[in-house]
């Protein structure tokens, strides 16, 4: 009996690490929610582990669901952490959400959006 109590209080004890071992959102560039005068240079966004580049990307939308064309997104020189979305070109006023999906180095897999919008 004590022992199974002792397993489960180690695993308990371990759960908040285990919990945090996935790449959770750091900083999003713009933010989310943002309303822009322009069309941003980039977007980025910053997590909170390192990244599996081949595995990990940032694709935009426009409000009608359709993914603007941007070149690829690639994580940011010397920052593991931080994936970039060059955007190339001044896009029309609207709300653009930008969706990302990362697999962290120690290989969990984490997607999640937000939006911005880019007003006339």
């Known amino acids: ?37 322009k069309t941003p240079a980039t977007v980025t966004l910053t997590l909170t582990e ?19 064309p941007t070149e690829k997104s690639a994580l940011a020189p010397g920052d593991n952490k931080t994936l970039v979305l060059p955007i190339g070109k001044d896009l029309p006023a609207g709300v653009y959400t930008v969706k990302w999906q990362a697999l962290s180095k120690d290989g969990h897999k984490t997607n999640g959006a937000w939006s911005f919008t880019i007003k006339p």
């Not at 933010?31 to 822009?36: E, N, P, Q, T």
């Not at 599996?52 to 426009?62: G, H, I, K, Y």
């Open 50 to 68: 390192g990244l599996e580049a081949a595995f990990s990307s940032l694709t935009l939308q426009d409000a009608a669901g359709k993914t603007v």
């Open 1 to 37: 009996m004590f022992r199974k109590s002792l397993i489960a209080a180690l695993v308990l004890a371990a759960a908040p690490q285990l919990l945090w071992a996935h790449a959770h959102v750091g900083t999003a560039t713009p933010a989310k929610d943002a309303v822009l005068a």
